[in-house]
Protein backbone atom coordinates (compact mmCIF):
# COMPACT_ATOMS: atom_id res chain seq x y z
CA UNK A 1 0.00 0.00 0.00
CA UNK A 2 1.76 3.28 -0.82
CA UNK A 3 2.02 6.10 1.60
CA UNK A 4 0.10 9.42 1.46
CA UNK A 5 3.01 10.91 -0.42
CA UNK A 6 3.09 8.15 -2.74
CA UNK A 7 -1.10 8.20 -3.39
CA UNK A 8 -0.66 11.59 -4.15
CA UNK A 9 2.24 11.30 -6.63
CA UNK A 10 0.26 8.21 -8.50
CA UNK A 11 -2.99 10.30 -8.70
CA UNK A 12 -1.04 13.23 -9.83
CA UNK A 13 0.78 11.26 -12.87
CA UNK A 14 -2.35 9.54 -13.51
CA UNK A 15 -3.93 12.78 -14.08
CA UNK A 16 -1.09 14.41 -16.28
CA UNK A 17 -0.63 11.24 -18.60
CA UNK A 18 -4.74 11.28 -18.90
CA UNK A 19 -4.25 14.93 -20.15
CA UNK A 20 -1.80 14.20 -22.66
CA UNK A 21 -3.49 11.13 -23.95
CA UNK A 22 -6.29 13.53 -24.53
CA UNK A 23 -4.32 16.36 -25.68
CA UNK A 24 -2.06 14.29 -27.92
CA UNK A 25 0.80 16.20 -26.11
CA UNK A 26 4.12 14.38 -24.79
CA UNK A 27 6.16 17.02 -24.79
CA UNK A 28 8.60 17.94 -21.61
CA UNK A 29 5.88 16.64 -19.32
CA UNK A 30 6.58 13.43 -20.45
CA UNK A 31 10.15 13.10 -19.76
CA UNK A 32 10.23 14.60 -16.41
CA UNK A 33 7.75 11.59 -15.10
CA UNK A 34 10.02 9.36 -16.65
CA UNK A 35 12.98 11.03 -14.43
CA UNK A 36 11.20 11.52 -11.32
CA UNK A 37 9.25 8.49 -10.72
CA UNK A 38 8.93 8.46 -7.04
CA UNK A 39 8.08 4.45 -6.73
CA UNK A 40 11.81 4.79 -7.40
CA UNK A 41 12.55 6.89 -4.30
CA UNK A 42 9.85 5.04 -2.36
CA UNK A 43 12.00 1.36 -2.71
CA UNK A 44 15.42 3.18 -1.60
CA UNK A 45 15.67 3.79 2.01
CA UNK A 46 15.91 7.33 1.24
CA UNK A 47 14.43 9.24 4.76
CA UNK A 48 10.78 10.51 4.39
CA UNK A 49 11.83 14.44 4.73
CA UNK A 50 14.32 13.69 1.38
CA UNK A 51 11.68 11.70 -0.15
CA UNK A 52 9.10 14.50 0.22
CA UNK A 53 11.70 17.27 -0.87
CA UNK A 54 12.01 14.90 -4.31
CA UNK A 55 8.50 15.12 -4.35
CA UNK A 56 7.96 18.93 -3.93
CA UNK A 57 10.70 18.98 -6.47
CA UNK A 58 8.50 16.89 -8.75
CA UNK A 59 5.40 18.51 -8.36
CA UNK A 60 6.85 21.75 -9.37
CA UNK A 61 8.35 20.68 -12.57
CA UNK A 62 5.08 19.03 -13.42
CA UNK A 63 2.75 21.90 -12.60
CA UNK A 64 5.50 24.54 -14.11
CA UNK A 65 5.56 21.73 -17.73
CA UNK A 66 1.52 21.65 -17.42
CA UNK A 67 1.51 25.43 -17.47
CA UNK A 68 3.29 25.61 -20.73
CA UNK A 69 0.69 22.52 -22.15
CA UNK A 70 -1.99 24.80 -21.11
CA UNK A 71 -0.87 28.06 -22.36
CA UNK A 72 0.44 26.28 -25.69
CA UNK A 73 -3.30 25.51 -26.10
CA UNK A 74 -4.96 28.74 -24.98
CA UNK A 75 -2.57 29.86 -27.89
CA UNK A 76 -3.82 27.55 -30.40
CA UNK A 77 -7.18 28.25 -29.75
CA UNK A 78 -6.82 31.83 -30.25
CA UNK A 79 -5.42 31.36 -33.33
CA UNK A 80 -8.56 29.61 -34.38
CA UNK A 81 -10.68 32.71 -33.44
CA UNK A 82 -10.12 36.06 -34.90
CA UNK A 83 -12.26 39.42 -34.64
CA UNK A 84 -14.26 40.61 -38.79
CA UNK A 85 -12.90 43.78 -39.60
CA UNK A 86 -16.17 44.32 -41.12
CA UNK A 87 -17.96 45.85 -38.71
CA UNK A 88 -15.54 48.17 -37.97
CA UNK A 89 -15.25 49.17 -41.62
CA UNK A 90 -17.12 52.35 -41.41
CA UNK A 91 -15.06 53.86 -38.54
CA UNK A 92 -11.29 52.69 -40.36
CA UNK A 93 -12.56 54.27 -43.40
CA UNK A 94 -13.46 57.61 -42.18
CA UNK A 95 -10.03 57.75 -40.15
CA UNK A 96 -8.00 56.74 -43.33
CA UNK A 97 -10.10 58.59 -46.29
CA UNK A 98 -11.29 61.40 -44.20
CA UNK A 99 -8.65 63.87 -42.39
CA UNK A 100 -10.13 65.40 -39.14
CA UNK A 101 -8.72 68.40 -37.24
CA UNK A 102 -10.50 67.29 -34.34
CA UNK A 103 -9.28 64.02 -34.26
CA UNK A 104 -7.18 62.94 -31.01
CA UNK A 105 -4.64 61.16 -33.66
CA UNK A 106 -4.66 60.69 -37.31
CA UNK A 107 -3.14 58.09 -39.54
CA UNK A 108 0.74 57.87 -39.96
CA UNK A 109 1.30 57.09 -43.45
CA UNK A 110 2.17 53.45 -44.05
CA UNK A 111 2.02 51.71 -40.78
CA UNK A 112 0.65 48.50 -40.73
CA UNK A 113 -2.42 46.71 -38.82
CA UNK A 114 -3.13 44.03 -36.93
CA UNK A 115 -4.01 40.66 -37.87
CA UNK A 116 -7.66 40.02 -37.31
CA UNK A 117 -6.27 36.80 -34.76
CA UNK A 118 -4.10 39.32 -32.88
CA UNK A 119 -6.62 39.05 -30.55
CA UNK A 120 -4.82 41.00 -27.71
CA UNK A 121 -3.35 43.55 -29.76
CA UNK A 122 -6.63 44.32 -30.86
CA UNK A 123 -8.54 43.86 -27.63
CA UNK A 124 -6.09 46.67 -25.92
CA UNK A 125 -6.55 48.73 -28.63
CA UNK A 126 -10.18 48.93 -27.88
CA UNK A 127 -9.49 49.29 -24.21
CA UNK A 128 -7.14 51.87 -25.30
CA UNK A 129 -9.91 54.11 -26.87
CA UNK A 130 -12.66 53.82 -24.76
CA UNK A 131 -13.54 56.32 -22.50
CA UNK A 132 -13.49 56.77 -18.80
CA UNK A 133 -17.71 56.89 -19.23
CA UNK A 134 -17.45 53.58 -20.34
CA UNK A 135 -18.06 54.67 -24.43
CA UNK A 136 -16.36 54.74 -27.41
CA UNK A 137 -15.22 57.60 -29.89
CA UNK A 138 -16.15 57.03 -33.67
CA UNK A 139 -13.81 57.21 -36.56
CA UNK A 140 -10.44 55.70 -35.55
CA UNK A 141 -9.65 52.26 -36.52
CA UNK A 142 -8.48 49.31 -33.68
CA UNK A 143 -6.69 47.37 -35.58
CA UNK A 144 -4.43 50.23 -36.20
CA UNK A 145 -0.64 49.32 -34.64
CA UNK A 146 -0.08 52.52 -32.79
CA UNK A 147 3.10 54.83 -32.14
CA UNK A 148 3.98 55.30 -28.17
CA UNK A 149 3.13 59.22 -29.10
CA UNK A 150 -0.17 58.07 -30.20
CA UNK A 151 -1.07 56.08 -27.41
CA UNK A 152 -0.16 58.61 -25.26
CA UNK A 153 -2.27 60.99 -27.07
CA UNK A 154 -5.46 59.22 -26.65
CA UNK A 155 -4.67 58.15 -22.84
CA UNK A 156 -4.58 62.26 -22.45
CA UNK A 157 -8.12 62.33 -23.94
CA UNK A 158 -9.74 59.35 -21.58
CA UNK A 159 -12.05 62.12 -20.21
CA UNK A 160 -13.88 63.40 -23.28
CA UNK A 161 -17.19 62.51 -23.85
CA UNK A 162 -17.46 62.75 -27.46
CA UNK A 163 -18.70 58.88 -27.31
CA UNK A 164 -21.16 57.86 -29.17
CA UNK A 165 -23.54 55.01 -31.34
CA UNK A 166 -22.86 56.10 -35.02
CA UNK A 167 -20.71 54.44 -37.26
CA UNK A 168 -20.87 51.20 -35.56
CA UNK A 169 -19.49 52.11 -32.50
CA UNK A 170 -20.03 50.68 -29.31
CA UNK A 171 -21.59 47.63 -29.77
CA UNK A 172 -19.13 46.51 -32.35
CA UNK A 173 -16.28 47.29 -29.53
CA UNK A 174 -18.75 45.39 -26.64
CA UNK A 175 -18.84 41.87 -29.04
CA UNK A 176 -15.19 42.46 -30.07
CA UNK A 177 -14.04 42.33 -26.41
CA UNK A 178 -16.58 39.54 -25.95
CA UNK A 179 -14.10 37.44 -28.47
CA UNK A 180 -10.95 38.34 -26.73
CA UNK A 181 -12.13 38.01 -22.90
CA UNK A 182 -13.37 34.21 -23.51
CA UNK A 183 -10.12 33.39 -25.57
CA UNK A 184 -7.88 34.75 -23.02
CA UNK A 185 -10.00 35.28 -19.72
CA UNK A 186 -8.18 38.25 -18.69
CA UNK A 187 -10.92 40.33 -16.47
CA UNK A 188 -9.29 43.28 -17.86
CA UNK A 189 -11.35 42.62 -21.67
CA UNK A 190 -14.40 41.58 -19.38
CA UNK A 191 -14.13 45.00 -17.03
CA UNK A 192 -14.55 46.73 -20.48
CA UNK A 193 -17.72 44.86 -22.08
CA UNK A 194 -19.04 45.23 -18.11
CA UNK A 195 -18.30 48.92 -18.51
CA UNK A 196 -19.65 49.09 -22.42
CA UNK A 197 -22.96 47.95 -21.53
CA UNK A 198 -23.55 50.51 -18.71
CA UNK A 199 -23.14 53.05 -20.82
CA UNK A 200 -25.45 51.82 -23.40
CA UNK A 201 -28.06 51.21 -20.75
CA UNK A 202 -27.21 54.97 -19.41
CA UNK A 203 -27.74 56.60 -23.06
CA UNK A 204 -31.05 54.80 -23.20
CA UNK A 205 -34.17 57.32 -23.60
CA UNK A 206 -37.49 56.05 -21.19
CA UNK A 207 -39.39 55.40 -24.21
CA UNK A 208 -36.61 52.81 -25.32
CA UNK A 209 -35.39 54.63 -28.31
CA UNK A 210 -30.97 55.39 -28.02
CA UNK A 211 -29.79 58.95 -29.35
CA UNK A 212 -26.91 58.92 -31.88
CA UNK A 213 -24.57 60.48 -29.03
CA UNK A 214 -24.30 60.67 -25.60
CA UNK A 215 -24.11 62.22 -23.52
CA UNK A 216 -26.42 64.75 -25.49
CA UNK A 217 -25.08 67.37 -27.39
CA UNK A 218 -27.70 69.70 -28.90
CA UNK A 219 -28.02 69.21 -32.74
CA UNK A 220 -29.70 66.09 -34.55
CA UNK A 221 -27.98 63.60 -32.99
CA UNK A 222 -30.44 63.66 -29.76
CA UNK A 223 -32.80 62.28 -31.78
CA UNK A 224 -33.48 58.68 -31.71
CA UNK A 225 -31.41 56.50 -34.44
CA UNK A 226 -31.85 54.40 -37.00
CA UNK A 227 -29.47 56.02 -39.31
CA UNK A 228 -26.20 53.52 -40.39
CA UNK A 229 -27.57 50.55 -38.30
CA UNK A 230 -26.92 52.72 -34.62
CA UNK A 231 -30.09 51.14 -32.68
CA UNK A 232 -30.54 48.22 -34.29
CA UNK A 233 -27.20 47.50 -33.93
CA UNK A 234 -27.39 47.50 -30.30
CA UNK A 235 -31.37 45.29 -30.21
CA UNK A 236 -28.77 42.82 -32.41
CA UNK A 237 -26.26 43.14 -29.64
CA UNK A 238 -28.36 42.89 -26.74
CA UNK A 239 -30.31 40.23 -28.70
CA UNK A 240 -27.31 37.78 -29.28
CA UNK A 241 -26.50 38.44 -25.42
CA UNK A 242 -30.25 37.63 -24.25
CA UNK A 243 -30.67 34.42 -26.58
CA UNK A 244 -28.52 32.05 -24.69
CA UNK A 245 -28.23 30.25 -28.06
CA UNK A 246 -24.12 30.20 -27.35
CA UNK A 247 -21.89 30.40 -23.64
CA UNK A 248 -20.27 33.25 -25.02
CA UNK A 249 -21.88 36.24 -22.95
CA UNK A 250 -22.59 32.99 -20.07
CA UNK A 251 -19.95 34.96 -17.96
CA UNK A 252 -22.33 37.79 -17.73
CA UNK A 253 -24.32 37.95 -14.07
CA UNK A 254 -28.32 37.74 -13.67
CA UNK A 255 -28.17 41.43 -12.55
CA UNK A 256 -26.70 42.28 -15.75
CA UNK A 257 -28.92 39.98 -17.80
CA UNK A 258 -32.39 41.26 -16.35
CA UNK A 259 -30.92 45.20 -17.62
CA UNK A 260 -30.33 44.31 -20.33
CA UNK A 261 -33.43 42.48 -21.07
CA UNK A 262 -35.49 45.09 -19.47
CA UNK A 263 -33.22 47.65 -22.40
CA UNK A 264 -34.25 45.13 -24.93
CA UNK A 265 -38.31 44.75 -24.18
CA UNK A 266 -38.20 49.17 -24.32
CA UNK A 267 -36.04 49.05 -27.03
CA UNK A 268 -38.88 46.79 -29.18
CA UNK A 269 -41.81 48.80 -28.03
CA UNK A 270 -39.72 51.98 -29.27
CA UNK A 271 -39.42 50.11 -32.61
CA UNK A 272 -43.07 49.39 -32.74
CA UNK A 273 -44.01 52.88 -31.93
CA UNK A 274 -41.93 54.36 -34.33
CA UNK A 275 -43.03 52.84 -37.30
CA UNK A 276 -44.79 55.26 -39.35
CA UNK A 277 -48.66 55.68 -40.31
CA UNK A 278 -49.55 57.76 -43.04
CA UNK A 279 -53.08 57.92 -43.64
CA UNK A 280 -53.84 55.39 -41.42
CA UNK A 281 -51.67 52.36 -42.48
CA UNK A 282 -48.20 51.44 -41.53
CA UNK A 283 -45.19 52.15 -43.83
CA UNK A 284 -42.10 51.91 -42.59
CA UNK A 285 -39.09 54.05 -40.58
CA UNK A 286 -37.28 57.61 -40.73
CA UNK A 287 -33.44 57.38 -40.22
CA UNK A 288 -34.47 59.20 -36.92
CA UNK A 289 -37.48 60.00 -35.02
CA UNK A 290 -38.02 63.30 -32.80
CA UNK A 291 -36.98 61.55 -29.62
CA UNK A 292 -40.24 63.01 -27.60
CA UNK A 293 -42.89 62.66 -29.69
CA UNK A 294 -41.28 60.20 -32.18
CA UNK A 295 -42.41 61.72 -35.18
CA UNK A 296 -40.01 61.53 -38.19
CA UNK A 297 -37.01 64.26 -38.28
CA UNK A 298 -34.80 66.16 -40.02
CA UNK A 299 -31.12 65.56 -39.43
CA UNK A 300 -27.87 66.88 -41.23
CA UNK A 301 -29.53 69.40 -43.59
CA UNK A 302 -29.81 67.12 -46.83
CA UNK A 303 -31.44 64.16 -44.71
CA UNK A 304 -35.13 65.43 -44.48
CA UNK A 305 -38.00 63.72 -42.34
CA UNK A 306 -39.10 60.77 -44.49
CA UNK A 307 -39.37 57.34 -45.13
CA UNK A 308 -36.06 55.50 -45.42
CA UNK A 309 -35.46 52.47 -47.17
CA UNK A 310 -32.73 50.94 -46.13
CA UNK A 311 -32.81 51.51 -42.41
CA UNK A 312 -36.39 49.97 -42.56
CA UNK A 313 -34.84 47.00 -44.23
CA UNK A 314 -32.20 46.39 -41.56
CA UNK A 315 -35.03 47.01 -39.05
CA UNK A 316 -37.34 44.54 -40.66
CA UNK A 317 -34.43 42.13 -40.98
CA UNK A 318 -34.25 42.43 -37.35
CA UNK A 319 -37.54 41.79 -36.15
CA UNK A 320 -37.67 38.86 -38.69
CA UNK A 321 -34.87 37.64 -36.17
CA UNK A 322 -36.98 37.10 -33.56
CA UNK A 323 -38.14 33.56 -32.25
CA UNK A 324 -41.93 33.46 -31.46
CA UNK A 325 -42.76 37.46 -32.64
CA UNK A 326 -45.23 38.58 -30.64
CA UNK A 327 -48.45 40.19 -32.91
CA UNK A 328 -47.12 43.48 -32.72
CA UNK A 329 -43.85 42.17 -34.36
CA UNK A 330 -45.69 40.34 -37.05
CA UNK A 331 -47.82 43.57 -37.81
CA UNK A 332 -44.92 45.25 -38.08
CA UNK A 333 -42.71 42.94 -40.53
CA UNK A 334 -45.55 42.66 -42.35
CA UNK A 335 -47.09 46.78 -43.26
CA UNK A 336 -43.35 47.08 -43.37
CA UNK A 337 -42.64 44.57 -46.32
CA UNK A 338 -45.67 45.46 -47.97
CA UNK A 339 -44.57 48.81 -48.08
CA UNK A 340 -40.45 48.21 -49.52
CA UNK A 341 -42.50 45.92 -51.84
CA UNK A 342 -44.65 48.14 -52.93
CA UNK A 343 -41.38 51.26 -53.23
CA UNK A 344 -39.13 49.09 -55.37
CA UNK A 345 -38.33 50.80 -58.49
CA UNK A 346 -37.70 48.64 -61.92
CA UNK A 347 -35.64 49.26 -65.31
CA UNK A 348 -33.33 51.50 -64.26
CA UNK A 349 -29.86 51.28 -62.47
CA UNK A 350 -26.92 54.19 -61.40
CA UNK A 351 -23.60 54.08 -63.12
CA UNK A 352 -21.00 56.17 -61.43
CA UNK A 353 -19.13 58.04 -64.11
CA UNK A 354 -15.83 59.64 -64.89
CA UNK A 355 -16.37 63.68 -64.85
CA UNK A 356 -13.67 66.70 -64.84
CA UNK A 357 -12.09 67.17 -61.24
CA UNK A 358 -14.31 69.43 -58.92
CA UNK A 359 -13.07 70.61 -55.79
CA UNK A 360 -15.40 71.59 -52.98
CA UNK A 361 -14.64 72.25 -49.15
CA UNK A 362 -15.90 68.77 -48.54
CA UNK A 363 -13.88 66.84 -51.05
CA UNK A 364 -12.24 66.46 -54.53
CA UNK A 365 -14.30 64.61 -57.20
CA UNK A 366 -13.25 63.09 -60.14
CA UNK A 367 -16.83 61.30 -60.82
CA UNK A 368 -20.35 61.60 -61.20
CA UNK A 369 -23.22 59.52 -60.99
CA UNK A 370 -26.37 59.18 -63.37
CA UNK A 371 -29.86 56.79 -63.67
CA UNK A 372 -29.31 54.80 -66.80
CA UNK A 373 -32.70 53.00 -67.87
CA UNK A 374 -32.02 49.24 -68.27
CA UNK A 375 -34.92 46.62 -68.72
CA UNK A 376 -32.71 44.07 -67.27
CA UNK A 377 -32.34 45.64 -63.81
CA UNK A 378 -33.00 44.40 -60.57
CA UNK A 379 -35.76 46.04 -58.49
CA UNK A 380 -34.06 49.31 -56.88
CA UNK A 381 -35.19 51.29 -54.13
CA UNK A 382 -34.43 55.58 -53.40
CA UNK A 383 -32.91 56.15 -49.92
CA UNK A 384 -35.87 58.78 -49.11
CA UNK A 385 -39.16 58.72 -50.08
CA UNK A 386 -41.76 61.76 -49.41
CA UNK A 387 -44.18 61.12 -46.81
CA UNK A 388 -47.95 61.06 -47.32
CA UNK A 389 -47.47 61.00 -51.48
CA UNK A 390 -44.34 58.25 -51.20
CA UNK A 391 -42.55 59.67 -54.33
CA UNK A 392 -38.72 59.31 -54.46
CA UNK A 393 -37.28 61.80 -52.73
CA UNK A 394 -33.70 63.74 -52.91
CA UNK A 395 -32.35 66.63 -50.92
CA UNK A 396 -29.42 69.64 -51.56
CA UNK A 397 -27.23 70.63 -48.59
CA UNK A 398 -29.58 73.93 -48.58
CA UNK A 399 -32.23 71.58 -47.66
CA UNK A 400 -34.34 72.13 -50.64
CA UNK A 401 -36.20 68.87 -51.69
CA UNK A 402 -36.02 67.96 -55.28
CA UNK A 403 -37.23 64.65 -56.78
CA UNK A 404 -34.47 63.11 -59.50
CA UNK A 405 -31.20 62.64 -58.82
CA UNK A 406 -29.95 65.00 -61.82
CA UNK A 407 -31.59 67.46 -59.58
CA UNK A 408 -29.03 67.17 -56.81
CA UNK A 409 -25.73 69.38 -56.80
CA UNK A 410 -22.89 67.27 -58.06
CA UNK A 411 -21.11 66.89 -54.71
CA UNK A 412 -23.70 65.45 -53.09
CA UNK A 413 -24.81 63.28 -55.97
CA UNK A 414 -21.36 61.46 -56.16
CA UNK A 415 -21.15 61.75 -52.26
CA UNK A 416 -24.41 60.07 -51.03
CA UNK A 417 -26.06 56.55 -50.95
CA UNK A 418 -28.82 57.70 -52.74
CA UNK A 419 -30.33 54.82 -53.97
CA UNK A 420 -29.80 51.13 -52.55
CA UNK A 421 -30.38 47.45 -52.92
CA UNK A 422 -30.77 46.30 -48.99
CA UNK A 423 -34.66 46.13 -49.26
CA UNK A 424 -34.39 42.75 -51.08
CA UNK A 425 -33.31 41.21 -48.53
CA UNK A 426 -36.65 41.40 -47.09
CA UNK A 427 -38.13 40.20 -49.98
CA UNK A 428 -35.96 37.56 -49.99
CA UNK A 429 -36.08 36.75 -46.86
CA UNK A 430 -40.28 37.11 -46.35
CA UNK A 431 -41.29 33.54 -47.81
CA UNK A 432 -39.63 31.53 -45.11
CA UNK A 433 -40.42 33.96 -42.31
CA UNK A 434 -43.98 33.97 -43.18
CA UNK A 435 -44.69 30.75 -43.76
CA UNK A 436 -43.29 30.07 -40.26
CA UNK A 437 -45.33 32.61 -38.36
CA UNK A 438 -48.29 33.92 -40.45
CA UNK A 439 -48.31 30.65 -43.02
CA UNK A 440 -52.30 31.82 -44.19
CA UNK A 441 -51.32 35.89 -44.73
CA UNK A 442 -48.69 36.33 -47.70
CA UNK A 443 -48.42 40.41 -48.22
CA UNK A 444 -46.38 39.24 -51.31
CA UNK A 445 -49.71 37.22 -52.49
CA UNK A 446 -51.55 40.03 -52.62
CA UNK A 447 -52.61 42.45 -55.66
CA UNK A 448 -51.92 46.01 -55.12
Same mark, same amino acid.
Given at each position: ?????????????????????????????????????????????????????????????????????????????????????????????????????????????????????????????????????????????????????????????????????????????????????????????????????????????????????????????????????????????????????????????????????????????????????????????????????????????????????????????????????????????????????? &??????? #????? @? +? /??? =?? %??? &??????? #????? @? +? /??? =?? %?????????????????????????????????????????????????????????????????
Amino acid at each position: MLCPIGRFYHNYQLFIECYLKKAGKNLLVEYIIGVFKLKDYMKSKIRHSKCFEMVGKYVLAVMLCTQVVLAQDVSKKQDTLKIDPAPFADNANHWYGIYDKHNIINPLPERPRYQPTDLKNIGDNILLFQKNNGGWPKNYDVFAILSNDQKDSIRAKCNDINTTFDNGTCYTQIAALTIVYNATKDEKYKKGILRGLDYLLEAQYGNGGWPQFYPLETDYSRHITYNDGAMEGIMELLKDILDNKTTKYGFLDAKIKKKLQTAYEKGLDCIIKTQIKDDGKLTAWCQQHDEVTLEPAWARKFEPACICSSESAWLVLFLMSIDHPSKEIINAVQNATAWLNA &SKILNIR #VDRIQ @A +P /PLV =TP %YKT &STTDKVV #VVDSA @A +P /PIW =TR %YYELKTHRPLFCNRDSKLVYSLAEVARERRDGYAWYNYTPQKVLDAYPAWQKKWTPHDSVLSKKS
